[in-house]
């Protein structure tokens, strides 16, 4: 069993900055691949960022390349989440997930463990 716990969000004004944690514990692997994703009121859950523990590489959605950037801490098991530049928009709560896959994913459906989210509120 893996637990995933987020912290770091909050309310924040527009053009702000906010970092998000991820605690990990459990049974971790260092092929998982880590995910952040999000979802506002009335809309489905979407993907915002990946990396793989291993190596490091991260891959984006469209909507927060540039603005955000995912990095690990293998020696602490975090993962964290830095988001620059931050809009109205990105108004949502914020959930850290593991995918035991080999490929990466960019649907929630494949992930395997979820953290209990946390919210970041974007103000004009």
């Known amino acids: 069993q893996v637990q995933l716990v987020e912290s770091g969000g909050g309310l924040v004004q527009a053009g702000g900055s906010l970092r998000l944690s991820c605690a990990a514990s459990?049974?971790?692997?260092?092929?998982?691949?880590m995910g952040w994703f999000r979802q506002a009121p009335g809309k489905e859950r979407e993907f915002v960022a990946t990396?793989?523990?291993?190596?490091?590489?991260?891959y984006y959605a469209d909507s927060v390349k540039g603005r955000f950037t995912i990095s690990g801490d293998n020696a602490k098991n975090t993962v964290y989440l830095q988001m620059n530049s931050l809009k109205l928009e990105d108004t949502a709560v914020y959930y850290c997930?593991?995918?035991?896959?080999?490929?990466?994913?960019?649907?929630?459906?494949?992930?395997?463990?979820w953290g209990q989210g946390t919210q970041v509120t974007v103000s004009s």
């Open positions: 459990g049974r971790t692997f260092s092929s998982d691949i």
């Open positions: 990396i793989r523990w291993s190596g490091g590489s991260t």
């Open positions: 997930a593991l995918d035991r896959s080999i490929v990466v994913h960019t649907t929630a459906r494949n992930y395997d463990y």
